[in-house]
C-alpha cells in the first residue's frame, strides 16, 4: 500500500477520508455486483505520471509531441484487448460506458434514427434509451421485454416483431441488472432480418467473457462490443469498444475523438493495459468461472430459504431479489438494514416493478468484489446466513450491532488487494 505521506500533509480533509474509506472496504462485504477490487499494480499506474500527458489522437497521430511512452501503453492495451475478446479493433479511450455507449450511438446513427434495447426494469441500462437521459431526446428507443420473469427468457417473438415494424438500426444486447445470458444467435438473426447492427453491452459480464466463463458475442457475429473496465473485467474505471471488423472500427475512433470526447485520461488507459495484461493470465479464467459457481451457490441458498428470485436465480455474477415478496420490506429499506451490518448491495427495480427508482421491490448483488478477496462456495453459505439473520432480528438493534461485529471478524481473513490490515482505530 503506498504510504500517502504527501497527500497526509497536504490535505489531511481529504486523507481522512481515504483511510475511512479504506477502513470501510477491508471491513465490510461489496457484493454491489458492478464493483470490484483492482490490483496493486493497476491502483499504482492510476496514481501516476501519466495524468500529467495530454495525448489527443492515436498511438502514432497524436496532435502534441512527447508521445513515445503514451504511444507504448496505449498501443499495449489495444493489442491487449483485441486479444482478450477476439476483436480486430480496439478503442480504449472512452471515459466510461456512457461515453462509449453515446459514442457509438453518434458514430453509427442520426438524430430521429430507432435503436431497440432492453427496457430498464427488465435488466436494461439507461443509456439503453430511458426517457429520462437526453439520448432520449435524440433517437427513437424502443425496448423489449422478459416473456417470463420466473425464468428470465426473453420474449425473443416480440422482439422480431417490433424490430421488423420499428426498422432499428441498432439491435442492443446486454443489460446491468438480468442474472442470465443472452441468445446470441437469435438476436443476430433478428438483426440480420431488419439491416440492423448487433451490438452488445457487456459492462457488466465482459470479465466473465474474457475468462471464458460466459460466450463471446462476437462467435455469434456480433458488430460491436462495448464494455466499462472496471466491473467483472477487474480494471480501471473506464469504458471501451470493440469492434469485429476494421471498417466499422475506423468510424468509432473519429467519433471517441474528435467527434465526441478530448483527450484521453492517459493513467486511465495505461491502467487498462495493465488489468488487462492480468485478465490474460490463466488465473483469470479461474476467478472469472468462480464468480459464477459462488452466485449460484449464493442463489441456492436463498432459495433454500425461501427468498424469491426474479428469474429463479443465475447464470452469471449477479442475483436479484424481490424482498417484498421474500421479507416484506421494501428494496430501500433492505439496503440500510444490509449497510448496518456491512453487507453493502443496492436497491433495485424488478420487472415492471409497481414501485419507485428510488424505493423500488427489489435488492441487486453480485459477486465479483468478494471473489477476488478470495471468498468461495462456503462463504457464500456465511455470507446468506449474515443476511437472513438480519432480516429475521432487523428491530434488535443490539443483534443487529453484534452482526455487524461478526461480519468485520469474518472479513479480517479475505484482505483487500492494495488495503493492508488496518486495525481499527
Ligand atoms: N452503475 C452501473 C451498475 O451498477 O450497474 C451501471 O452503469
Redesign the pocket.
Known amino acids: 500500500m503506498p504510504s500517502y505521506d504527501s497527500l497526509k500533509l497536504a490535505d489531511p480533509d481529504i486523507y481522512a477520508a481515504l483511510t475511512g474509506e479504506m477502513q470501510r472496504q477491508a471491513d465490510g462485504v461489496e457484493l454491489?455486483p458492478?464493483e470490484n477490487y483492482v490490483s496493486p499494480a493497476v491502483l499504482e499506474i492510476m496514481g501516476s505520471v501519466f495524468n500529467n500527458k495530454y495525448a489527443e489522437g492515436y498511438p502514432g497521430k497524436r496532435y502534441y509531441g512527447g508521445q513515445e511512452f503514451t504511444d507504448a501503453v496505449e498501443s499495449l492495451a489495444i493489442e491487449r484487448a483485441k486479444r482478450l475478446f477476439n476483436a480486430t479493433h480496439a478503442n480504449v479511450q472512452p471515459h466510461a460506458?456512457a461515453p462509449a455507449n453515446i459514442a457509438t450511438y453518434f458514430a453509427l446513427c442520426e438524430p430521429g434514427d430507432t435503436i431497440m434495447g432492453m427496457d430498464l426494469s427488465h435488466g436494461g441500462?439507461l443509456t439503453h434509451g430511458h426517457p429520462v437521459t437526453y439520448l432520449a431526446k435524440i433517437f427513437n428507443f424502443v425496448r423489449y421485454k422478459m416473456k417470463d420473469i420466473t425464468t428470465g427468457e426473453i420474449d425473443y417473438d416480440e422482439m422480431r416483431a417490433v424490430a421488423k415494424r420499428e426498422k432499428p438500426k441498432i439491435l442492443m444486447a446486454g443489460y446491468?441488472a438480468y442474472p442470465r445470458e443472452l441468445d446470441y444467435a437469435k438476436m443476430r438473426a433478428i438483426a440480420d432480418e431488419v439491416g440492423a447492427i448487433a451490438i452488445m453491452d457487456m459492462?457488466?459480464v465482459a470479465g466473465l467473457i474474457a475468462g471464458g466463463a460466459h460466450k463471446n458475442p462476437f462467435d455469434f457475429g456480433f458488430d460491436i462490443c462495448l464494455t466499462t473496465t472496471h466491473k467483472t473485467l477487474r480494471g480501471p474505471r473506464g469504458g471501451m469498444i470493440l469492434t469485429r471488423e476494421a471498417e466499422l472500427g475506423k468510424k468509432i475512433d473519429k467519433m471517441v475523438f474528435p467527434g465526441f470526447q478530448g483527450g484521453p485520461i492517459m493513467q486511465m488507459v495505461a491502467a487498462k493495459a495493465v488489468a488487462f495484461g492480468e485478465a490474460l493470465k490463466p488465473e483469470f479464467k479461474d476467478y472469472a468461472h468462480q464468480i459464477v459457481k459462488n452466485a449460484r451457490h449464493m442463489a441456492v441458498e436463498f432459495l433454500k430459504n425461501g427468498a424469491l428470485l426474479i428469474t429463479g436465480g443465475t447464470d452469471n455474477h449477479m442475483l436479484l431479489i424481490d424482498t417484498v415478496t421474500s421479507w416484506g420490506i421494501g428494496g430501500k429499506e433492505a439496503e440500510v438494514l444490509f449497510d448496518r451490518i456491512g453487507i453493502t448491495l443496492n436497491k433495485n427495480m424488478i420487472a415492471d416493478d409497481p414501485r419507485s427508482p428510488m424505493d423500488p421491490s427489489g435488492i441487486r448483488l453480485g459477486t465479483p468484489a468478494i471473489t477476488t478477496r478470495g471468498m468461495k462456495e462456503p462463504e457464500m453459505e456465511q455470507l446468506v446466513s449474515f443476511m437472513l439473520r438480519a432480516i429475521e432480528q432487523r428491530s434488535d438493534d443490539a443483534a443487529i450491532k453484534a452482526l455487524h461485529e461478526e461480519v468485520k471478524t469474518f472479513c479480517q481473513q479475505y484482505p483487500v488487494p492494495g488495503i493492508e490490515r488496518m486495525e481499527n482505530g
Open positions: 454491489i458492478s460506458g441500462h446491468s459492462a457488466h
